[in-house]
C-alpha cells in the first residue's frame, strides 16, 4: 500500500506568541518549530503501522521553505521512507491543499493521511480540501484505522461518542488522539534520515482564497479572586451573582 | 444578496443551531437554512423565529460527500453568497469539501461577527487572535460554538422539501457508539474536570457528584486518560478535546500551557489547587489553595444548599 502523510510544523507549546510588523506577521524569533504533534503521532505512525503490518511504502508531504527541512527530517527519523516538499510558503489551507492535491494525483496513493488540525492556524482544513480535490471520500477525526484489500474501517468522532464506518480507498483520513501510540526516534533512526531522500518540487501554480490581515492577544486576564477554602458558599454565590453561570 | 445555513438536525435542533442562524441574520442579507436529519417540520420551522426566512430539507443526505453537494445545490438554487456552519464535527468535514467545490474561501472557528471584510479567529490554539479576509465572491463562516448569544423573536418560517439530488454515499456507517445519558464534552455548558492531583481513580467519585449535581460534563487532564484512570474521550487540552464551557473546575490540575490550550476559551475558570504556585492560577478567575478530597465534597454541599434555597 502507497500512504501519503502531509506534516506541517508547529511551534514548540512552549514558544511565546508574539507578533511584528504593526501585528500582521507572527514573531518566528527564538520560536522552536516542530512536528504537528497530530501529525507526529498519530497519522505518522499509524501509516508506518499499516506499512510494518501490510508493506508498502511512507511518504510524508509537506509545503514549505527550505527552513522546515530540519522539521522534515525530525520525521524522517520516525521511519517514513521519503520525503517530499512543495517549495512554497504554505499561504492558506486551499493553496496549501491545492499543492498537495496536485502531488498526490501524480503519484497515485492508496491512502492520505493528514493530522486533526495545525495548532496555529486552519483549524481542520487541509484534509477535506485535499479529498473534495481529489475526488475522494474524506473521513475527518478518526481515532482508528484499519485497511483490509480495497476498503478501510475507520472509528471517529461523532458529537458524545464514536462511529465506526467502512469506505473504500484511495480516501483522505484525518487523524485524532487515539490512533496510535508516540514513537521516540532512537539513535539508528535519527542517522538514517540524515540520507533518506528528501525530494524538492516546484509548487504549482494556485491562488490563496484567504489571507491573515492581523492578529492580537487576548485582554490580560484580571488577577485570579483566591477564595478561602473553607467557605464554598462564598464560591457559589460569586459564580451565580458575580459571574453568572450558575 | 442572501446568506445560506447548514444546518444537521440529526439530533434536534440545538443551541449551535440557534447560534448560526442569529449571526447569518447579524450579516444583514436574507437568511435560507438548509437542513438535512430527521428533525420534524415545527423543529425546523421555530428557526424562523432566530432569523430565518425559509428552511429547505432533504432528510435522504447522510455523508459529507451527500451534504457537500446538497449545500452547493443549495447556494445555486437561493444565489448565496454566503454559507454559515457551526464549526462542528460535521462541518469539519464538509466546510472544506465546499469550499473547494464553490471555490469560495472559508474561515473556520470564528468568534465574532466580522468587522468589515475580517473574520476574527483564534489561532496558536486559543492564545491569540487572527483577522482573516476571504478573498473570494463567495464565502464560508464556520462559526464556534458558544461564540454569541442566539436572538430569537421573530417568528416561525416555511420549510420545504428539497430535491438535491446529492448522489450515493460514500461511506457506510456500521455501528453508532454513544455513551448513553451522558452530556457531550464539547457541548457542555458546565465542565467539571480533575487531574493527577486525585492519585487514583478510585477518588473520581467526588468528582462526578460534584458534576451530576451541577449538571455539569467530566473531563480530565491527559496523563490521566493516559494512564487509564479515565476514558479517553474525557481528556481535554492541545491534543484532547477543545472546550469552551461557561464554567471551567479544574481540580488537581496543575495548568500545564497544553491543557490551557483547551481550556482556557472557557468563560469563568475555578482552580482547586493544594499549591499556590499552580500555574493554573494564573488563568483562574476564582482560586481556592486547598486539598481537593476536602474541598470537592465542601463545593458539593453548598451548590446542594445553593439549589434547595433557589
Ligand atoms: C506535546 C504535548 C501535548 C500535551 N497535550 C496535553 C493535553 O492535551 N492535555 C493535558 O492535560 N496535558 C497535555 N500534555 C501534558 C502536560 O504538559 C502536563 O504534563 C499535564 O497536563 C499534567 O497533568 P496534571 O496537571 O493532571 O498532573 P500534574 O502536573 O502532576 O499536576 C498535578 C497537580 O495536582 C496538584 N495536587 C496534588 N495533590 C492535590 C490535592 N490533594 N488537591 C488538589 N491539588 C492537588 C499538584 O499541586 C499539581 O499541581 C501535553 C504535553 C506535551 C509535551
Ligand atoms: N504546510 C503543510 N504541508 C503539509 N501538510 C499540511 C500543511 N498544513 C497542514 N497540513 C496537513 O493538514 C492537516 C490539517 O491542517 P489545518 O487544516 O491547517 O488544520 C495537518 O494536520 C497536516 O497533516
Known sequence: MKLLVCISKSPDTTSKIAFTEGNSKFDENGVQYIVNPYDEWYALVRALELKEAGGGSVTICTVGSAADDSVIRKALAIGADEAVRIDAEPTDAYYTAMQIAEYAKANEFDLVLTGKETINYNGSQVGGMLAEALDVPFISLASKLEVNGSTATVESEIPGGVQVSEVSIPAVISCAKGMAEQRIPNMRGIMAARTKPLNVVAAADVPSLTSFESYDLPPAKAACKMIDPENMDELVSLLHNEAKVI | MSTLVYINSSNGIGKAALEVVSYAKKLGSDVTVVANGSADEAALAYLGEYGASKVMVDRSVEDPQQITRMVNAAAEATGANTVVFSHDLTAKAVAPRLSVKMKAGLVSGAVAVPEGDKVKVNVFSGKAFGHVKINTDKKIISLLPNSIQPEGGGSACSVEDFASNAGDAAIKVLETKKPEGEIPLPEAELVVSAGRGLKGPENWGMVEELASELGAATACSRPVADIGWRPHHEHVG?????????????????????????????????????????????????????????????????????????
Open chain 2, 238 to 310: 492541545q491534543t484532547g478535546v477543545a472546550i469552551r464551557p461557561n464554567l471551567y473546575i479544574a481540580a488537581g490540575i496543575s495548568g500545564a500551557i497544553q491543557h490551557l490550550a483547551g481550556v482556557n476559551g472557557s468563560k469563568v475558570i475555578v482552580v482547586v489547587n493544594t499549591d499556590s504556585e499552580a500555574p493554573f492560577f494564573k488563568a483562574a478567575d476564582y482560586g481556592i489553595v486547598g486539598d481537593a478530597f476536602e474541598v470537592i465534597p465542601r463545593l458539593t454541599e453548598a451548590v446542594k444548599k445553593f439549589k434547595s434555597s433557589n
